[in-house]
């Protein structure tokens, strides 16, 4: 007896439904579809290489050295024989490979959208049409395993805006992220919608970072900071200062002959001492932002200006 089309698709559909990874509110009901939504799931997540072996992606660990990015294209004709292996599972006879094969455009039709749609947001409406070019990267550092929630954005232009900007996810300019998961601790892949031209790496901005521009140089530790403006916390036009470090203290910063190189620049405030607060205004550290592409760079007036000027504030409040 020859199978129906249907059959062969929702047997597999069944064996592979406790593997689904994405939730099945994410993909259409099964009505008028070529596939059962729990094979739809799991297919979709293949075609985005969640399950294939890293050995299958990095054939050596020389191609992804530490401290190093590798951008790249998704070759379709890959994926689609991964799809097509993983389909070949329920065939049985000659027949069964007939009708799968009969199905495979419509299979292959309902991927492309429902790949569209992966991590789309909740009551966000659905995005129709055939998928463009998937590109991506893998990043092995220390950043992917020092902040686990960096954040990953993708343009399709250089945003004019400064740092301070918010972009939401329905933003024209942004391409669409397909996936964006931590392989190993310090490895983090991405996969893209599309072909971005600027691509943000950045620090999560949940807290208040404080520190120098720091280096290592052998057994030699160096650091510097570029001094504040007291009136409206902006930088000064001046070189940075070299912060000292005490005698038999590696790492540990003299504070005091930090506080008189301050007070060197009297815009700084330094002159008459600083208090943990002045200090603290003085180390502070916007979160780190890599970015990759085609950019212009703006001037730092334009991505980091100060919403509280401090002289004001402490003079209203303790109405000096």
């Not at 297919?43 to 072996?53: A, H, K, Q």
């Not at 540990?252 to 506080?259: A, H, N």
């Amino acid at each position: 007896m020859i199978n129906k089309n249907q059959d062969i698709l929702e047997n597999l559909g069944q064996e592979l439904e406790k593997t689904a990874r994405a939730p099945l509110s994410e993909f259409r009901i099964d009505q008028n579809t070529a596939m059962p939504a729990e094979l739809r799931n799991w297919l979709v997540s293949l075609r985005l290489l969640n399950g294939v072996p890293f050995a299958n992606l990095v054939a050596d660990s020389e191609l992804l050295p530490q401290e190093s990015i590798r951008w790249f294209y998704m070759d379709r004709r890959w994926t689609d024989a991964l799809v097509q292996g993983a389909l070949s599972v329920g065939t049985v006879n000659s027949d069964d490979r007939i009708q799968l094969d009969a199905q495979y455009n419509a299979i292959r039709a309902e991927l492309d959208t429902e790949e569209r749609n992966v991590r789309r947001r909740t009551l966000a409406p659905r995005l129709a049409g055939q998928t463009g070019p998937i590109t991506g990267f893998l990043l092995r550092s220390a950043a992917v395993s020092g902040w686990p929630g960096m954040h990953v954005r993708a343009f399709d232009v250089d945003p004019e805006e400064g740092d301070e900007a918010r972009f939401e996810e329905d933003d024209p300019r942004r391409i669409r992220l397909l996936r964006l998961e931590r392989l190993a601790p310090a490895v983090l892949l991405c996969l893209f919608d599309g072909v971005p031209k600027v691509v943000h790496l950045e620090e999560p901005r949940q807290g208040v970072q404080f520190g120098f521009k720091h280096e290592d140089n052998g057994n030699q530790r160096s650091a510097t900071l570029t001094p504040r403006r007291k009136s409206d916390f902006s930088y000064l036009d001046v070189e940075d200062i070299d912060v000292p470090f005490r005698v038999g203290s590696s790492g540990v910063v003299d504070i005091r002959r930090l506080s008189a190189a301050l007070a060197e620049h009297d815009e700084t405030g330094a002159g008459d001492g600083l208090d943990s607060a002045e200090y603290a205004l003085q180390l502070i550290r916007f979160p780190w932002r890599q970015v990759f592409g085609e950019v212009q760079v703006p001037p730092i007036s334009a991505m980091f200006r100060a919403t509280v000027a401090y002289e004001p504030m402490v003079n209203a409040t303790f109405k000096l």
